[in-house]
């Protein structure tokens, strides 16, 4: 049983690009939350996919947009990349809309230069 | 030993030891709380969670205790080991929404 997966691990971007952050949930699950974890900081709720739809969002610009796909996996976008977007990106899922028992991704350490 | 999570953010103690992490929560209104444990490189694992209608919940090992009149959820972790050196963190979430992460407690276990 496969839990959450993420992709890339790591990536490397520059000042103003664009980058494409996916995640496949643990089986069975159906909701994708997304969050920002900074350096020694606890994870930031990005915001919740159900049923493709963005069912909630935290305090982050509209720069951070995302999607949801049938099969439960989800993309996270982000535009016009800040120095300041440099983070590790964290996916986590659970079943049905809200947040019990969710479970996380290992994330996607993005690095803005 | 004992550590409130947003003030002494390290914990360190002696393998075999009893652990006990604390948190002070914000929502008055929160109803879910959950512990979680991130090792370096790694994203948080899901620990244990409890919901606001009990006080007390144990696991492996573990158990959480909820005081909702001062806000405070303590984790304990029984014959701590060297494997469970880690960030611990508290969340909170009410009425089925997002969570709300604490600033986390490192615990280092020394062998």
């Known amino acids: 049983d496969a839990g959450v997966t993420q992709s890339p691990t790591h990536l490397i971007k520059t000042r103003g690009q664009q980058v494409t952050l996916r995640c496949s949930p643990k089986s069975g699950h159906d909701t994708v939350s997304w969050y920002q974890q900074a350096l020694g900081q606890g994870p930031q709720f990005i915001f919740q996919y159900y049923e493709e739809e963005e069912r909630q969002r935290g305090n982050f610009p509209d720069r951070f947009s995302g999607h949801q796909f049938p099969n439960y996996s989800s993309e996270l976008n982000v535009n016009a990349l800040l120095l300041g977007d440099s983070a590790l990106y964290l996916c986590?899922?659970?079943?049905?809309?809200?947040?019990?028992?969710?479970?996380f991704g290992q994330g996607t350490r993005l690095t803005v230069v | 030993g004992e550590s409130v999570g947003l003030h002494l953010p390290t914990l360190s103690v002696q393998e075999g030891d009893n652990s006990i992490i604390n948190c002070a929560y914000s929502?008055?209104?929160?109803?879910?709380f959950i512990w979680y444990k991130q090792e370096s490189g790694k994203g948080p694992q899901f620990i244990i969670d409890i919901r606001s209608n009990m006080d007390k919940r144990q696991g492996q090992r573990v158990t959480v205790l909820l005081n909702k009149t001062v806000k405070h959820l303590s984790l304990q972790i029984a014959a701590t080991q060297p494997g469970d050196s880690a960030v611990y963190f508290c969340?909170?979430?009410?009425?089925?929404?997002?969570?709300?992460f604490g600033a986390g407690t490192r615990l280092t276990v020394k062998p």
């Open positions: 986590a899922s659970s079943l049905g809309a809200g947040t019990r028992e969710a479970f």
């Open positions: 929502n008055s209104a929160s109803d879910y």
């Open positions: 969340a909170e979430a009410y009425n089925n929404n997002d969570m709300r």
